[in-house]
């Protein structure tokens, strides 16, 4: 590469910062994998031809979006405009490396959804006596194509789940309502390049738990987007730590169910119950419809996704879809 000061810049210096294998378009456009935010791509400059201004302007443009996207310090510099001396840029190709590190993170978010369809709250009453039960609530995230699910994971999009139980009207109500509170909300996002994530200033490993209490049996800490396959992984288990009450737990399994779905389980398990007097019911209560703006007072796990910011970045992942059920 001739690329340096006082060289005669050439098509394919050009093309080495834009459209070859660890060029900007790598994570500008389409790219591939945890790689692409779907932005319009750079095209290449012909061998021998003339490199404009206006090709140069867009790399210096593009390369400062991609800094402020991932909150990456470039090297200052100025976009070259018509009629003017191209001089050489300096750090073109140390600042694309670090962009492409850096490219989960995220400097702002966009807004969180809160429509679904379908139900997520369990209205009517649960539990026979001293019987164990369950509660099960199946939710999907759909995307409109697999690289607009890319470009979603890629941008720093997460998708989180919030549980809720606040009925007292029976005598096991309490201990749900304080079980479901230690969960907190629990956040997943992609993995973008093996590695923790920063988006808006927080740091998300892959999947978090914003609660605490309770016994943690597992939590997928390090698990994304990117680690999940085709079979379920438990991403939490969460018993109760009171007595009786310590065979009862909370777990969630997350699923790529295929390169457009995320499928996300949630089941309450209570355990049966052996002391006199004691028993597993819990109550309904009040529905949670979408649009979501408060809880009502039922059995509820909400599944919400927050896009990418597009103050660096056009729409290139659309707007997935949440679907819920619960049984």
């Known amino acids: 590469m001739t690329y340096s000061s006082g ?14 294998a660890g060029g900007l378009n790598d994570i500008w456009a389409t790219g591939s994998g945890d790689k692409g935010w779907g932005q319009t791509a750079f ?32 090297t200052s ?10 001089n050489i840029l300096a750090n073109v ?6 962009v492409t590190t850096n490219r989960g993170n995220a400097a702002s978010v966009g807004t969180q959804s809160n429509s679904w369809t379908g139900s997520i709250a369990k209205t009517t009453g649960t539990g026979t006596g001293t019987n164990a039960w369950t509660i099960t609530w199946t939710q999907t995230v ?48 992609g993995r973008v390049n093996g590695a923790a994530q920063t988006i808006a200033g927080t740091s998300y490993t892959g999947f978090t738990r914003g609660g605490s209490g309770g016994t943690q049996n597992t939590l997928a800490s390090t698990t994304g987007w ?12 969460l018993s109760d730590a009171t007595a009786p009450y310590t065979g009862d737990n909370i777990v969630v399994t997350a699923t790529q169910t295929s390169s457009t779905v995320l499928t996300l389980i949630t089941t309450w398990n209570s355990s049966s119950r052996s002391a006199a007097g004691e028993t597993t019911n819990i109550s309904g209560g009040t529905d949670t419809t979408s649009p979501f703006s408060a809880f009502g007072t ?26 819920s059920s619960v049984a």
Do not use: H, K
């Not at 012909?46 to 390369?63: D, F, I, K, P, R």
């Open 142 to 189: 759909t995307f409109p194509s697999a690289d607009q699910a890319r470009y979603f994971w890629n941008a720093g999009g997460r998708v989180t789940l919030d549980m809720s139980f606040t009925n007292n009207s029976v005598d096991n109500d309490p201990e749900w309502t304080r079980l479901s509170g230690y969960v907190g909300t629990l956040t997943l996002v």
């Open 298 to 323: 039922a059995p509820a796990v909400l599944c919400r996704y927050i896009p990418p910011s597009t103050t660096y970045l056009t729409n290139s992942w659309g707007t997935p879809a949440v679907a």
């Open 7 to 20: 060289g005669l810049i050439q098509a394919t210096d050009y093309n080495t910062f834009t459209t070859t």
């Open 43 to 74: 095209t290449s400059a012909s061998t021998g031809g003339t490199v404009t201004a206006t090709q140069w302007a867009s790399l210096v443009n593009n390369l400062g979006s991609s800094g402020s996207q991932t909150n990456t310090t470039l």
């Open 226 to 237: 990117y680690n999940l396959t085709g079979t379920p992984t438990t991403m939490l288990s």
């Open 77 to 86: 510099r100025s976009a070259p405009t018509a009629g003017t001396t191209i």
């Open 93 to 98: 190709a140390a600042d694309i490396t670090s």
